[in-house]
T-cell receptor, first 116, second 115 residues
Framework: AQTVTQSQPEMSVQEAETVTLSCTYDTSESNYYLFWYKQPPSRQMILVIR??????QNATENRFSVNFQKAAKSFSLKISDSQLGDTAMYFCAFMKRGFGNEKLTFGTGTRLTIIP | NAGVTQTPKFRVLKTGQSMTLLCAQDMNHEYMYWYRQDPGMGLRLIHYSVGEGTTAKGEVPDGYNVSRLKKQNFLLGLESAAPSQTSVYFC??????????????FGPGTRLTVT
């Protein structure tokens, strides 16, 4: 079974600054996907970024990027030029690769507050 | 295109009552899921379905039943509600695509309180 650990329950940062959220995971699988989801106060779960474990290049989506360290089983999310709208819960999630393995395992989340 | 919708958005039940949560998606997705979200625990998978007429247990299935009679709908039932089932319930759906790069699209959630 897979486990996902987010060791930072809460973080806060000034607007326009950069913040990094940590995620580690444990798995015996070699092929998998990792995701970061954002949950704003509206409760809607929104996919922020995804990483394919067999790709060495770190994924980026505009102001969001990841630092994927496969050997260390680490998957951190960096938010650059943070904005007030980035205030939300952020969840790291794991999915095994392959047909029939589309179940997500979530971490416990990090509550991020952007301070004006 | 409404995406994933959930009915109802809020509900209060007394212990022992039953209810059904409805999830509907209009994206023609094959896969559908039910999660619960509790404080400090992230989202945990209750049941899921890989196609019409099929269901499977997730991580925390006890006390729940599901049905997928139509491809677009996935129902979550509580036969005898317990206070431990107080939670926020999320439905999600995803496309069947080999390779696993299947983004899950989530509904807005249902807040259920059992007293």
């Amino acid at each position: 079974a897979q486990t996902v650990t987010q060791s930072q329950p809460e973080m806060s940062v000034q607007e326009a600054e950069t913040v990094t959220l940590s995620c580690t995971y444990d798995t015996s699988e070699s092929n998998y996907y990792l995701f970061w989801y954002k949950q704003p106060p509206s409760r809607q779960m929104i996919l922020v970024i995804r990483q394919e474990a067999y790709k060495q290049q770190n994924a980026t989506e505009n102001r969001f990027s990841v630092n994927f360290q496969k050997a260390a089983k680490s998957f951190s999310l960096k938010i650059s030029d943070s904005q007030l709208g980035d205030t939300a819960m952020y969840f790291c999630a794991f999915m095994k690769r392959g047909f029939g393995n589309e179940k997500l395992t979530f971490g416990t989340g990090t509550r991020l507050t952007i301070i004006p | 295109n409404a995406g994933v919708t959930q009915t109802p958005k809020f509900r209060v039940l007394k212990t022992g009552q039953s209810m059904t949560l409805l999830c509907a998606q209009d994206m023609n997705h094959e896969y559908m899921y039910w999660y619960r979200q509790d404080p400090g625990m992230g989202l945990r998978l209750i049941h899921y379905s890989v196609g019409e007429g099929t269901t499977a247990k997730g991580e925390v299935p006890d006390g729940y039943n599901v049905s997928r009679l139509k491809k677009q709908n996935f129902l979550l039932g509580l036969e005898s509600a317990a206070p431990s089932q107080t939670s926020v319930y999320f439905c999600a759906s995803s496309r069947l695509r080999t390779g696993g790069q299947n983004e899950q699209y989530f509904g807005p959630g249902t807040r259920l309180t059992v007293t």
